[in-house]
């Protein structure tokens, strides 16, 4: 008999699945991506940090 999975467990699940759909997808739009997984003890980036990588990305889109 299967054992059922909790709400967190499916909600992992479908997270994990969307994420590898979307990465798929993109890669067959030629866009790559690296994967990574946010999880509740990862530091949050300061507001400096972010705005780099923004002006970085931007850079990049923009030539």
């Excluded at 008999?1 to 798929?24: G, H, I, P, V, W």
């Excluded at 780099?52 to 923009?62: K, L, M, N, P, S």
């Amino acid at each position: 008999m299967a054992t059922k999975l909790t709400d967190r467990q499916k909600e992992q699940f479908y997270r994990k699945s969307r994420n590898l759909n979307f990465q798929s997808s993109s890669a067959l739009d030629g866009v790559t991506i690296e994967p990574f997984d946010l999880k509740e003890d990862q530091p949050l980036l300061s507001a400096d940090q972010i705005l780099a990588r923004i002006e970085e990305v931007r850079g990049r889109y923009e030539q």
